[in-house]
């Protein structure tokens, strides 16, 4: 099966910088690979998504990069707001499994005012 | 629009007992699944579902049961709670297999 890991657990960023969160997957057919973000209490909730057809997709200020041959992708977010405080997961899906999402273990992003 | 209902919030269990926790969603979604999320593990998958009467086994089963008998309401069930079920279990829809939306969560402890 499909075996996710992200870096760093944790993560503490100024107000106002970037922040960058990285994953590795195992399996190169894996084709989609959503990112959630949790706030406390909560359920985690799709952020942004990319496909295995797209080097990189924006969204205001988050962005996701993929590199196939590495088999890793990341997530960007630029001018830090203590809002963006939070878990964030990454996934990978395997389309030919018949399984689900497979998470990687979450990062915990503090954004300091 | 209420999107995935979990119920309850919290639960505390002794070894050994039965429960259920209870996920609705109204979004009239095929698939269904049920995750646990513990410390530094992320959030694994235990069982899931393409759509009524249909279910399979994820990553953690062992332990679990769950049944579709229609397209709203996935539960899960405990059959004898241990010690290493405490976890908080999160219930997710969608109408494809991908863009998964997840409940407010089940905080479960067991004694």
């Known amino acids: 099966g499909e075996n996710v890991e992200q870096h760093p657990s944790t993560l503490s960023v100024q107000e106002g910088d970037s922040a960058v969160i990285k994953c590795t997957y195992s399996?190169?057919?894996?084709?989609?690979f959503p990112w959630y973000k949790q706030e406390l209490g909560k359920g985690p909730q799709l952020i942004i998504d990319?496909?295995?057809?797209?080097g990189e997709k924006k969204d205001q200020r988050i962005a996701v990069t993929l590199n196939k041959t590495a088999k890793h992708f990341s997530l960007h977010i630029t001018e830090t707001q203590p809002e963006d405080s939070a878990v964030y997961f990454c996934?990978?899906?395997?389309?030919?499994?018949?399984?689900?999402?497979?998470f990687g273990g979450g990062t915990r992003l503090m954004v300091k005012p | 629009n209420a999107g995935v209902t979990q119920t309850p919030k919290f639960q505390v269990l002794k070894t050994g007992q039965s429960m259920t926790l209870q996920c609705a969603q109204d979004?009239?979604?095929?698939?269904m699944s049920w995750y646990r999320q513990d410390p530094g593990m992320g959030l694994r998958l235990i069982h899931y579902?393409?759509?009524?009467?249909?279910?399979d086994q994820g990553e953690v089963p062992n332990g679990y049961n769950v049944s579709r008998s229609t397209t709203e309401d996935f539960p899960l069930r405990l059959l004898s709670a241990a010690p290493s079920q405490t976890s908080v279990y999160f219930c997710a829809s969608s109408s494809r297999h991908e863009k998964l939306f997840f409940g407010s969560g089940t905080q479960l402890s067991v004694l």
């Open positions: 579902s393409v759509g009524a009467g249909i279910t």
């Open positions: 990319i496909r295995s057809n797209v």
């Open positions: 979004m009239n979604h095929e698939y």
């Open positions: 996934a990978a899906f395997l389309s030919n499994a018949g399984n689900m999402l497979t």
């Open positions: 399996d190169s057919a894996s084709n989609y």
